[in-house]
């Protein structure tokens, strides 16, 4: 790989922050991470190198970072400050916003129902349970207007609107 | 008649060996010294260290004084320490400094110990009714002690105390002390004194895992220990006897794991500097792990950045991975977790392999470093100055050691973060700046002691007088029948008279002596106590008060013979025993020669090889102390590499300014005279007479000087190399090229794209400089930086093995990264390639990270081609016989307890000559050699010591065995003369020389053939008790 | 490669043969002296010195004698060298000593042409005049020690020399060969390029070597190391023990004459003739008390112990001190099996180089662990 | 006091169980509820925090503004609902563009936020607000010769300076001290601090990775513990570590993992006495044999 | 009829092994009173000759204890002292005295529990060899030299203080 093709700005656009620059590979955000366990290993540390790096193809393609649990403990470890839960969540947004079809279906839930899973439908349960009606956003349409009609002043749901709109 | 000037006394502040070294070098050049501890016992941290690096022992005694040795301890550091001019006060603080320069008002407090230790026998009867029991503070809480304890176990005497904190006053231990010294209310003593100057050496605190947040991940079992705890578990005198048992069940730990940069390291917890010593220590421990747990033992380092800077510490590094086999991984490691069968369990990720391993130990020892701040913020509220930007004291900015108030100096590792070497250095570097300071003001010396020699009485027939201090009769032990005893002493063939008396060491006691010894007919004396080694020298001066001579007198310690587990017998016969001992003694004393010490004819000049900075700091340090410098210089220009080449360095120094300055001091000087292009040729002589022959380059004549003694800063240069393609492209350059071209602006960077640096060019690897050269990843990062501000845009990458940027320059480092500059690492064994295309060089390398092939083609490939000795320094070490290494540079006394000095006396080292180093420790080497040469040549009386060797010419054949024997080169063969000499202040009394020689031409008068077959005669005297088995 | 002259003479002539070789180098200037065993106008063999040409005559090199060790003699006139040039004809033992010297600065060789000759053995000094007196001359004890017996009239070669490896002497500039170069002739070898030069000013030609020398010199060594490892091995049955050495050295009466003798002894005085050993009468009885008698004079096996000590290192195993004992007791083999034991646990050969280090003089930091078998 | 309850989805929608347990112990202990109409989704880290900040953080703003209406400070029980608030919050707090910017988009509810209202956990209120001796004071019945082991959300730990209110994030201890406050041994065990395998992504992208994590933690449980129940204060970790010892079972082909797990809250619930078919009905390990310890006891 | 108790010789260097003595001694570390320390500047400084000595004189072992390699005050004073005791060594087999009877062994100053064990063990050893062939003496016999001196009245010596 040669770095005269790597974009040597990348990380400004991804996590800019001088919290990054910190970074001197020690590897302590690994050590403990739960989805480093997984398989991709999520490789926190080295996603790092490679926003430093500006590798933007490897970036684009890597689906670790979705893998993090967020637990944040690479962030309590970090002996340098870097911030790697924040770094992971930049990486994902900079993924988002340069491939649609990274846009997690949560959000279109979300959009549509307020939760991403259907909230308080469960009425007979919760009866029995001595429960009250719970007055969750989706039991209030006018409320769940207002939502999305906010959400659409957001950047990836209005870029993405068609994913949003069609009935 | 005008008023005594008064005796120039010092503060000692902390008695950790940099301040116990500093109160030797005073102390022995006549200054008073009080040398306090906040702890119960001196010794610091090393009363801890059964071993240090390089040579995985203690050796703590080579810091003991050479010449006059028998005035100062002849016995191990670790016992402690017994010199007239040194008031030891341990348990004492520092409360508060008022007055100025020169005329210091101290406060000191006192805290009670609530036992007499000038009474107490060390014996610890107390110790065995005390019902309390807490961890042992010394034993980092592996074993237990009680509420009454020895702070340190294994110290003699032993200073006893009680820990109030613990202490039930159930008053057992008054019941049972058999000297009644306990006093459970004692109090506090604040007292006032009046010092000249002052010396801070309270060291810094040490990280704790008690103490930290970032430890407490690891806190999950008694087998994770600090690497200082790990000490006393291997320790001879610790936790195991030496063995390797893990703390919580006691099984032999066979994987041990180190984990480094414990507290260090670590921008999140306010840390973010490097301890230095801490990657030494792991592979010294590490490596004794292995020696004393066998071969099955594993041993794992998990580390960053492996800082081995130091002299000898890559060779040290190589061996402990080549030979012992330590297995180094680079990967810092979140926690630990416990087995069920408590072992520890720890999971890391393997670059190379981009794999995760889960590795179990026995083990895990936390490299914890040194917490400074905390202390120096204290200090410097207690001092009346602000602390600095480091949030350490504020210091001269070329002499570490020299607080910006005058006549307070600090040494060790509150100067920052210190290793040994660098400790001990800066104890004789502020001893050093202390005598500069006190020579200015109106104090004066105290006063050797002058007690004429008694004639010698040794053609006499022997007769001895014995004296014996019945005083151990009153321990609970004791089963001495003193007049029995004496009876049978009296009997003994050349016994003269036998007195017994009470109490020697009370004043009274010695008047009793001395009035009983001066009307004596006998000419030997023997006077039987405790502890001699307390008062040897007092007792050495009655003696001759009395009319004895000083050689013809011997102590023997009484109290050892009632109380060493060693010479006990079943029948418990202490008389007898009593009786045999002091009989060896006897036939010993019944033979020895009269000697005499002999005072050296000293030449007050010096003789300072190199122009360098240090050279120049050295001899002008010298200068003005009224020392007459002979300043030889080969160039015709002054300031050395330092001064001639580097305009400013990272910290802020400006060397080529700080050079010129120095030069105009040192030409004014009229005590220094420089001798430009002019080079030595031979030197013959010892210390306090040399004759050394200058060549002088321009004139092409030799001329001579004489002096008394001589330092060696000969200084060093930028290394040179052939790898890389250097040589082949303009676009390659050294590190100094570039600075160079960057000051002058013949080197734009401003259009460039990409910058690549290679560290360790040459350097670190067995064909080549074998060391570290200290100085390059601190150049490279500041000509990094120097590139980022002209051209932000600037890619810069810092091709590196490790980055040594240790102690505070860590800042640099962080800094460096802050503004872009990119650190990739790489191995000795996958170097970075370099070829041309059409003229310009292209990188290939590992990225180790992402463990891919990365390609970069700079505009600039610039090369860290380290430190070279100076070629010249061959020739100068053959002129003074002085040993050269491998690489070139000096070989000192000892690395760590002797880093200035050579084994000859009265030859020492300063700055690159001795190892590649910054200019601040080149300074601080400076000083301290120049200390070491001052001491020599200030005037005062320097004798040889009593028992030297000697040559019987009548009976030698001059096979010149003693000659290639003599570790310290005190022997040489005199053609002209055709005779072995002795060069008596070199001479330690080794005794090689004497075994080497078949005849005894060799011998050590007062360890004659004769006298020790004597004591082997007695030793052998049968025994009742032994009797063959039938 | 072959470096030979070769030297015919007819019977009864080789002495003469030699003698003008000598005078030859002396007047051509290839030496100012020659140290060589001369017959003595009286009676016996002796080193001389010679310094006259005209007086080589008396030349008898290989008269089976050595009544000093030559290494002695070397010494005291090389010790503190004269700067003139000396030939000097020397047996094994003699160099092999000479050589320990070297080392310990007791002798210098920079000025001397050292000439080695083969050596078949050697009788004791009143044996040697008494076999004279009966007429045998040198060459007819090569004669009929070549043919493999030395022993003639009840005397017999001493018993160093029957089991001495070194017949043939190295270290040296020429070598006087007679072993295995046929009965009428004898060879002079170059060793070194002092030695060539020698002979080429001496006028000598250079050729090849004697057919036979070789093979015979390795059959007389090998019979000599066998008779070394049976004399050795008989010993060691015999001394096993602290007993057996008191019995060997009961008459032992401190008159020191071995280390006079010996070569490598090289004190100007010994220590136990020093002060150092000078007792008080205390003393004794101490030691008499120690065990309840002691015997009379002191110190005996204690010297002969020390004396091992000292110079077991060196020890060529040239059996002066046997020869020298007024008691007539065998010290030589007692010296010579110590000597084997300690000179092999340094892999180390007295005399056998210049170059190799005597073993006290140098040390490793990592070595000989298994002295004290601890590994930190 | 009166808190501002967020509920988050799962616990409403799957373990209803869990919030009838804290509907009903909170009051006892003077904890009185509010309920937050209207809420959204936290949001999940999944979701709008993984895409752009105006959507994040509106969303947070959205909820915030509800409780800060009602003058109340917040509490939530499910972990990253938690965690994800309080981050939302942080940033909201501590950068006056943003808040303007999340202002503006919510201005069409009508309400405005000035990030008055705090994200509170649940476990941290009960610690600190009510204190363990309260609890033991208030409860009837007690959980003594139960042994349990406590499972802390990463949530309430990390980042310390956001979201921890332990002394030590590293030695967490207050589930444990509520827990001993209901009577109960709480054994120490190696794995106490990992992860439980169940959140985000990681269970989805590598199953069988998570469920090995998850194993490891329960295998150290048995072997190390007495544990009769598992104590959780984050609805994830409840429902993962729930159902994962019945796939585990099935995996494995033994039936070794049967450790209930409550949610603290149930197991406050069931000491004051409350119905155990309202408070702790909903599970994959029967809970049964503590309950009937706890109810005989 | 007491049991055979070896004698043992231990030349000690002052800078280690013999601080180590001192160190057990004050940590009542007791050890069998069968050695008989005489102190040396140095391991290298122990000539043959006193190791002869104490054999005839009838030691049943000696032991020389110095520094570790690398840690000798005098440099390397023990290593040449290591070289001579192999030649020693070598000398006494020859005649009957067993190496197990001569000992060097590396003590350092902080190492008083190791000269324990040392001892112990050496003793032990000598005690399985019985007495040296060197050590001829006839038990139970009296030696002026060294009986406990009886008791005498005070007024016998001069007594002050």
């Given at each position: 790989m040669d770095f005269s093709s790597s974009d040597k700005d990348l990380w400004k656009q991804i996590y800019n922050t001088k919290d990054l620059l910190h970074c001197f590979n020690c590897s302590t955000c690994l050590s403990g991470c739960p989805a480093s366990h997984g398989d991709p290993p999520l490789l926190v540390r080295n996603l790092a190198r490679m926003v430093v790096y500006g590798l933007e193809e490897d970036l684009l393609n890597d689906d670790t970072p979705w893998a993090c649990v967020s637990c944040s403990r690479c962030e309590e470890m970090c002996p340098m400050d870097v911030k790697p839960f924040e770094m992971i969540l930049a990486i994902r947004r900079w993924q988002t916003l340069n491939d649609e079809t990274r846009v997690p279906t949560a959000i279109v839930e979300i959009y549509k129902r307020g939760y991403t899973q259907s909230v308080g439908t469960n009425t007979e349960l919760r009866k029995s349970l001595g429960l009250p009606e719970l007055q969750t956003i989706t039991k209030m349409p006018e409320m769940l207007k207002l939502y999305q009609e906010m959400l659409m002043k957001t950047p990836v749901v209005s870029e993405n609107d068609y994913m949003f709109n069609e009935e | 008649m005008a008023e005594k000037k008064p005796t120039g006394t010092v503060l000692v502040a902390g008695a950790g060996v940099s301040g116990i070294k500093a109160a030797i070098e005073l102390a022995e050049i006549g200054y008073k010294v009080l040398l306090t501890d906040a702890s119960p016992q001196i010794g610091g941290i090393l009363a801890k260290l059964d071993n240090q690096f390089p040579t995985d022992h203690c050796g703590m005694c080579r810091m003991l004084p050479l010449v006059g040795r028998e005035y100062a301890s002849q016995y191990c550091m670790r016992k402690g320490l017994y010199h007239e001019n040194i008031e030891i006060l341990p348990f004492t603080e520092l409360k508060s400094v008022e007055g100025d320069a020169g005329n210091y008002t101290i406060e000191l407090l006192q805290k009670a110990r609530y036992i007499d230790t000038d009474k107490c026998n060390g014996l610890g009867e107390c110790i065995k009714v005390c019902p309390v029991e807490v961890g042992d503070e010394f034993n980092h809480g592996l074993t237990k002690r009680k509420a009454v304890y020895k702070p340190v176990p294994h110290n003699t005497p032993q200073m006893l105390l009680i820990d109030m904190a613990a202490c039930t006053k159930c008053g057992e231990c008054v019941k049972v002390c058999p000297t009644n010294v306990i006093n459970l209310e004692a109090e506090d003593e604040l007292s006032?004194?009046?010092?000249?100057?002052?010396?801070?050496?309270?060291?810094?605190?040490?990280?704790?895992?008690?103490?930290?947040?970032?430890?407490?991940?690891?806190?999950?079992?008694?087998?994770?220990?600090?690497?200082?705890?790990?000490?006393?578990?291997?320790?001879?005198?610790?936790?195991?006897?030496?063995?390797?048992?893990?703390?919580?069940?006691?099984?032999?730990?066979?994987?041990?794991?180190?984990?480094?940069?414990?507290?260090?390291?670590?921008?999140?917890?306010?840390?973010?500097?490097?301890?230095?010593?801490?990657?030494?220590?792991?592979?010294?421990?590490?490596?004794?792990?292995?020696?004393?747990?066998?071969?099955?033992?594993?041993?794992?380092?998990?580390?960053?950045?492996?800082?081995?800077?130091?002299?000898?510490?890559?060779?040290?590094?190589?061996?402990?991975?080549?030979?012992?086999?330590?297995?180094?991984?680079?990967?810092?490691?979140?926690?630990?977790?416990?087995?069920?069968?408590?072992?520890?369990?720890?999971?890391?990720?393997?670059?190379?392999?981009?794999?995760?391993?889960?590795?179990?130990?026995?083990?895990?020892?936390?490299?914890?470093?040194?917490?400074?701040?905390?202390?120096?913020?204290?200090?410097?509220?207690?001092?009346?100055v602000a602390i600095n930007?480091?949030?350490?004291?504020?210091?001269?900015?070329?002499?570490?050691?020299?607080?910006?108030?005058?006549?307070?100096?600090?040494?060790?590792?509150?100067?920052?973060?210190?290793?040994?070497?660098?400790?001990?250095?800066?104890?004789?570097?502020?001893?050093g700046q202390v005598s500069r300071f006190l020579s200015g003001i109106d104090v004066t010396l105290l006063e050797e002691e002058e007690i004429p020699e008694p004639t010698a009485k040794d053609r006499d027939e022997p007769l001895i007088s014995i004296v014996l201090c019945k005083c151990s009769e009153k321990a609970k032990e004791s089963s001495v029948d003193f007049n029995a005893l004496g009876a049978g002493l009296k009997k003994l063939n050349s016994v003269g008279e036998v007195n017994i008396i009470d109490m020697v060491c009370s004043d009274e006691g010695k008047q009793t002596v001395l009035d009983l010894l001066s009307k004596s007919k006998c000419n030997r004396l023997l006077i039987g106590a405790c502890h001699p080694f307390m008062y040897r020298k007092s007792l050495k001066n009655l003696a001759k008060k009395a009319g004895f001579s000083a050689s013809l007198f011997e102590i023997i310690d009484l109290s050892s013979i009632v109380h060493k587990g060693f010479f006990e017998s079943e029948t418990k016969d202490q008389t007898r025993l009593a009786y045999n001992e002091i009989r060896a003694v006897i036939e010993n004393l019944k033979l020895k020669p009269a000697l005499h010490v002999e005072t050296l004819p000293i030449n007050p000049a010096a003789l300072v090889v190199g122009g360098g900075i240090a050279g120049m700091h050295a001899a002008f340090s010298l200068a003005q102390r009224g020392v007459k410098v002979h300043l030889v210089e080969k160039s015709d220009t002054l300031g050395g590499y330092a001064g001639t080449?580097?305009?400013?360095?990272?910290?802020?120094?400006?060397?080529?300014?700080?050079?010129?300055?120095?030069?105009?001091?040192?030409?004014?000087?009229?005590?220094?005279?420089?001798?430009?292009?002019?080079?030595?040729?031979?030197?013959?002589?010892?210390?306090?007479?040399?004759?050394?022959?200058?060549?002088?380059?321009?004139?092409?004549?030799?001329?001579?000087?004489?002096?008394?003694?001589?330092?060696?800063?000969?200084?060093?240069?930028?290394?040179?190399?052939?790898?890389?393609?250097?040589?082949?492209?303009?676009?390659?350059?050294?590190?100094?090229?570039?600075?160079?071209?960057?000051?002058?602006?013949?080197?734009?960077?401003?259009?460039?794209?990409?910058?690549?640096?290679?560290?360790?060019?040459?350097?670190?690897?067995?064909?080549?400089?074998?060391?570290?050269?200290?100085?390059?990843?601190?150049?490279?990062?500041?000509?990094?930086?120097?590139?980022?501000?002209?051209?932000?845009?600037?890619?810069?990458?810092?091709?590196?093995?490790?980055?040594?940027?240790?102690?505070?320059?860590?800042?640099?480092?962080?800094?460096?990264?802050?503004?872009?500059?990119?650190?990739?690492?790489?191995?000795?064994?996958?170097?970075?390639?370099?070829?041309l295309k059409d003229g310009s060089p292209v990188i290939t390398f590992t990225e180790p990270v992402l463990n891919s092939e990365m390609q970069l083609s700079p505009d600039y490939l610039i090369l860290s081609t380290g430190v070279d000795a100076e070629a010249s320094n061959r020739d100068v070490g053959k002129a003074f016989s002085l040993p050269v290494n491998g690489d070139g540079f000096f070989v000192e006394a000892d690395s760590k307890w002797r880093p200035v000095e050579f084994l000859k006396v009265g030859l020492y080292v300063a700055g690159v000559a001795h190892s590649p180093m910054t200019l601040k420790d080149a300074i601080l080497q400076a000083e301290a050699a120049a200390h070491k040469t001052y001491a020599y040549l200030s005037g005062r009386k320097i004798h040889t010591a009593h028992v030297i060797s000697k040559v019987h010419h009548a009976i030698c054949v001059k096979c010149q065995r003693c000659v290639d024997i003599c570790p310290y080169g005190a022997r040489s063969y005199d053609e002209v003369l055709d005779r072995i000499i002795v060069d008596g202040a070199t001479c330690q009394a080794c005794g090689m020389c004497g075994v080497a020689c078949q005849n005894n031409a060799a011998e050590i008068m007062g360890f004659s053939d004769k006298q020790i077959m004597a004591v082997i005669d007695a030793r052998l005297y049968r025994d009742p008790v032994a009797t063959t088995a039938q | 490669m072959a470096n030979f002259t070769k030297l015919s003479f007819k019977k009864g002539e080789l002495n003469q043969k030699l003698a003008d070789l000598f005078k030859g180098m002396m007047e051509k200037g290839v030496v100012d002296a020659l140290l060589a065993?001369?017959?003595?106008?009286?009676?016996?063999?002796?080193?001389?010195?010679?310094?006259?040409?005209?007086?080589?005559?008396?030349?008898?090199?290989?008269?089976?004698?050595?009544?000093?060790?030559?290494?002695?003699?070397?010494?005291?006139?090389?010790?503190?060298?004269?700067?003139?040039k000396t030939a000097m004809v020397l047996r094994s033992c003699e160099i092999r000593a000479l050589v320990e010297l070297c080392k310990l600065k007791q002798a210098h060789l920079d000025d001397v042409l050292l000439i080695g000759m083969d050596c078949l053995g050697r009788y004791e000094n009143l044996d040697f005049i008494k076999l004279r007196a009966e007429g045998q001359s040198s060459e007819a004890f090569i004669e009929k020690a070549l043919a493999g017996n030395t022993e003639s009239g009840g005397c017999d070669v001493s018993g160093a020399c029957k089991i001495c490896e070194f017949p043939v002497a190295d270290n040296v500039d020429l070598r006087l060969c007679i072993i295995g170069t046929g009965s009428d002739a004898l060879y002079i070898e170059s060793l070194t390029p002092k030695g060539d030069k020698a002979l080429e000013t001496a006028g000598l030609g250079i050729g090849e070597a004697p057919a036979g020398r070789e093979a015979a010199v390795q059959q007389l060594v090998k019979k000599r190391k066998d008779a070394c490892d049976a004399a050795f091995a008989q010993y060691r049955e015999s001394t096993p023990s602290v007993d057996a050495l008191e019995d060997r050295l009961a008459n032992c009466i401190n008159c020191y004459n071995c280390r006079v003798a010996c070569p490598v002894c090289y004190c100007k005085e010994c220590v136990f003739v020093t002060d150092t050993?000078?007792?008080?009468?205390?003393?004794?009885?101490?030691?008499?008390?120690?065990?309840?008698?002691?015997?009379?004079?002191?110190?005996?096996?204690?010297?002969?112990?020390?004396?091992?000590?000292?110079?077991?290192?060196?020890?060529?195993?040239c059996g002066q001190c046997t020869s020298a004992c007024p008691n007539s007791i065998d010290l030589m083999p007692m010296f010579k099996a110590v000597a084997q034991k300690t000179q092999a646990r340094f892999d180390y050969q007295a005399g056998r180089s210049h170059e190799e280090k005597q073993p006290l003089t140098v040390f490793e930091n990592d070595e000989l662990v298994e002295v004290t078998g601890q590994i930190k | 006091?009166?808190?501002?309850?967020?509920?988050?989805?799962?616990?409403?929608?799957?373990?209803?169980?869990?919030?009838?347990?804290?509907?009903?112990?909170?009051?006892?202990?003077?904890?009185?509820?509010?309920?937050?109409?209207?809420?959204?989704?936290?949001?999940?880290?999944?979701?709008?925090?993984?895409?752009?900040?105006?959507?994040?953080?509106?969303?947070?703003?959205?909820?915030?503004?509800?409780?800060?209406?009602?003058?109340?400070?917040?509490?939530?029980?499910?972990?990253?609902?938690?965690?994800?608030?309080?981050?939302?919050?942080?940033?909201?707090?501590?950068?006056?563009?943003?808040?303007?910017?999340?202002?503006?988009?919510?201005?069409?509810?009508?309400?405005?936020?000035?990030?008055?209202?705090?994200?509170?956990?649940?476990?941290?209120?009960?610690?600190?607000?009510?204190?363990?001796?309260?609890?033991?004071?208030?409860?009837?019945?007690?959980?003594?010769?139960?042994?349990?082991?406590?499972?802390?959300?990463?949530?309430?730990?990390?980042?310390?300076?956001?979201?921890?209110?332990?002394?030590?994030?590293?030695?967490?201890?207050?589930?444990?001290?509520?827990?001993?406050?209901?009577?109960?041994?709480?054994?120490?065990?190696?794995?106490?601090?990992?992860?439980?395998?169940?959140?985000?992504?990681?269970?989805?992208?590598?199953?069988?990775e998570a469920t090995e994590f998850a194993k490891t933690k329960l295998d150290a449980i048995i072997e190390e513990t007495k544990a009769d129940f598992i104590v959780v204060s984050c609805i994830t970790c409840l429902m993962y570590l729930d159902n994962i010892q019945k796939k585990l079972n099935e995996v494995e082909g033994t039936d070794k993992y049967h450790i209930p797990v409550f949610d603290y809250n149930q197991l406050l619930a069931l000491c004051m006495e409350f119905d155990p078919r309202q408070v702790a009905s909903i599970c994959t390990v029967p809970r049964n044999k503590v309950i009937d310890k706890i109810m005989a006891g | 009829m007491s049991e055979f108790e070896p004698k043992i010789v231990g030349f000690f260097c002052n800078w280690c092994t013999f601080t180590a003595a001192d160190l057990a001694g004050t940590s009542r570390l007791s050890y069998p009173h069968n050695i008989k320390i005489i102190r040396m500047m140095c391991s290298g400084m122990v000539d043959p000759k006193y190791v002869i000595k104490a054999f005839l004189n009838g030691a049943d072992g000696v032991l020389i204890g110095g520094c570790w390699p690398g840690d000798c005050h005098y440099?390397?004073?023990?290593?040449?002292?290591?070289?001579?005791?192999?030649?020693?060594?070598?000398?006494?087999?020859?005649?009957?005295?067993?190496?197990?009877?001569?000992?060097?062994?590396?003590?350092?100053?902080?190492?008083?529990?190791?000269?324990?064990?040392?001892?112990?063990?050496?003793?032990?050893?000598?005690?399985?060899?019985?007495?040296?062939?060197?050590?001829?003496?006839?038990?139970?016999?009296?030696?002026?030299?060294?009986?406990?001196?009886?008791?005498?009245?005070?007024?016998?010596?001069?007594?002050?203080?």
């Open positions: - | 006032t004194r009046q010092v000249h100057a002052i010396i801070l050496a309270s060291g810094v605190k040490l990280y704790n895992l008690e103490e930290f947040e970032d430890a407490k991940s690891w806190a999950v079992s008694p087998d994770v220990v600090s690497s200082l705890a790990f000490e006393r578990i291997i320790s001879g005198s610790g936790t195991f006897d030496g063995t390797i048992k893990r703390p919580s069940d006691g099984k032999a730990a066979k994987k041990i794991a180190w984990i480094q940069c414990m507290g260090s390291r670590n921008r999140r917890q306010k840390r973010d500097y490097c301890s230095s010593i801490c990657c030494m220590f792991a592979l010294k421990e590490a490596v004794l792990a292995k020696e004393k747990g066998g071969d099955d033992v594993e041993t794992t380092i998990f580390y960053m950045d492996m800082r081995t800077f130091g002299k000898d510490f890559y060779q040290y590094y190589e061996k402990a991975v080549d030979e012992h086999g330590v297995k180094l991984i680079r990967c810092r490691v979140q926690g630990v977790m416990l087995n069920p069968d408590k072992s520890l369990s720890m999971r890391y990720f393997d670059s190379e392999t981009q794999e995760f391993f889960v590795v179990d130990y026995d083990m895990v020892v936390l490299s914890t470093g040194q917490v400074p701040y905390e202390t120096h913020k204290k200090l410097a509220d207690l001092l009346h930007a480091q949030g350490l004291l504020p210091t001269d900015p070329y002499e570490k050691v020299k607080l910006i108030k005058p006549g307070m100096f600090l040494c060790g590792s509150l100067m920052g973060l210190t290793d040994l070497s660098e400790a001990i250095s800066s104890g004789i570097a502020a001893a080449k580097i305009e400013h360095t990272i910290d802020g120094l400006t060397p080529i300014s700080m050079a010129k300055d120095l030069t105009i001091k040192v030409l004014e000087h009229k005590h220094i005279t420089l001798y430009k292009n002019c080079e030595v040729v031979a030197t013959q002589g010892s210390l306090g007479a040399f004759e050394t022959k200058i060549r002088d380059l321009a004139k092409e004549e030799n001329f001579y000087l004489n002096h008394g003694a001589a330092i060696i800063a000969t200084g060093g240069h930028e290394g040179v190399t052939a790898e890389y393609e250097y040589g082949n492209s303009d676009q390659i350059l050294t590190q100094a090229e570039l600075k160079d071209g960057l000051t002058t602006g013949e080197i734009d960077v401003g259009e460039a794209e990409t910058i690549v640096m290679i560290q360790c060019v040459g350097s670190r690897q067995k064909d080549g400089r074998e060391y570290c050269s200290r100085i390059c990843c601190i150049g490279a990062i500041a000509n990094a930086l120097t590139i980022k501000e002209k051209n932000p845009e600037a890619r810069v990458f810092i091709l590196y093995r490790d980055v040594m940027t240790y102690g505070f320059a860590e800042q640099y480092y962080t800094q460096a990264r802050l503004a872009g500059i990119i650190f990739v690492s790489y191995s000795l064994e996958n170097k970075p390639k370099v070829e | 065993p001369m017959i003595q106008p009286k009676r016996g063999v002796m080193l001389t010195l010679v310094t006259d040409p005209s007086l080589v005559g008396a030349i008898d090199p290989f008269a089976p004698v050595v009544p000093v060790n030559g290494a002695r003699i070397a010494s005291s006139i090389t010790g503190k060298p004269s700067g003139r050993f000078r007792h008080n009468g205390d003393q004794y009885m101490g030691w008499a008390d120690t065990f309840g008698t002691l015997k009379m004079p002191t110190d005996t096996i204690f010297y002969h112990l020390t004396r091992m000590s000292h110079m077991s290192l060196f020890c060529v195993g | 006091m009166e808190l501002c309850l967020f509920l988050g989805c799962n616990t409403p929608a799957i373990r209803p169980d869990v919030e009838r347990a804290i509907r009903a112990t909170m009051p006892e202990l003077g904890v009185d509820l509010a309920d937050a109409e209207g809420y959204v989704c936290c949001p999940a880290f999944g979701s709008f925090p993984s895409t752009d900040d105006d959507s994040y953080l509106a969303s947070s703003g959205w909820n915030l503004s509800i409780a800060e209406a009602k003058g109340l400070d917040i509490m939530v029980q499910c972990g990253s609902c938690y965690s994800s608030l309080r981050m939302g919050r942080d940033h909201l707090a501590h950068d006056e563009e943003k808040l303007a910017r999340v202002n503006e988009l919510i201005e069409l509810t009508g309400r405005k936020l000035e990030c008055k209202t705090k994200v509170r956990h649940i476990s941290e209120i009960l610690y600190n607000e009510v204190g363990a001796e309260k609890i033991s004071r208030s409860i009837k019945k007690n959980l003594s010769g139960l042994h349990g082991i406590v499972q802390y959300p990463c949530h309430t730990l990390f980042p310390s300076e956001i979201v921890g209110f332990e002394e030590s994030p590293r030695e967490p201890k207050a589930l444990r001290i509520l827990t001993e406050a209901l009577g109960a041994t709480v054994d120490h065990y190696s794995r106490e601090l990992q992860c439980c395998g169940g959140a985000g992504g990681f269970s989805k992208s590598s199953p069988a | 440099i390397n004073g023990n290593l040449k002292a290591r070289r001579r005791v192999a030649m020693l060594t070598e000398i006494l087999k020859e005649y009957g005295i067993d190496e197990k009877r001569f000992w060097l062994r590396w003590i350092a100053a902080s190492e008083g529990t190791m000269l324990r064990e040392v001892v112990n063990e050496m003793t032990a050893k000598l005690k399985e060899l019985g007495p040296s062939p060197l050590n001829r003496e006839t038990p139970g016999k009296k030696t002026p030299g060294n009986e406990t001196p009886e008791k005498v009245n005070p007024e016998k010596v001069k007594m002050i203080g």
